[in-house]
């Protein structure tokens, strides 16, 4: 495994633990606007998400011909 593959692992993992400590923290402190904001974010991530399934399921055929 390459150094750089290493660092990128080594900052995802703590990237990851940040976010879960202040997730923790800010549901402790906050718990109504915590859910609200995540529920948002939930929402939001699904529509866009299908919104991108849809545009590629609808996409025309390119005109070159070629078989995808």
Same mark, same amino acid.
């Given at each position: ?36 904001? &995540? ?11 299908? &919104? ?17």
């Amino acid at each position: 495994m390459s150094v750089k593959t290493k660092l990128a692992r080594k900052a995802v993992k703590s990237t990851a633990k940040h976010t879960a400590r202040g997730t923790t923290s800010k549901l402790a402190h906050k718990p109504f606007r915590t859910v609200t904001l &995540l529920t948002a974010g939930a929402v939001i991530g699904l529509v866009v998400g299908w &919104l991108v399934a849809n545009s590629k399921s609808t996409e025309q055929p390119s005109e070159t011909g070629a078989v995808s």
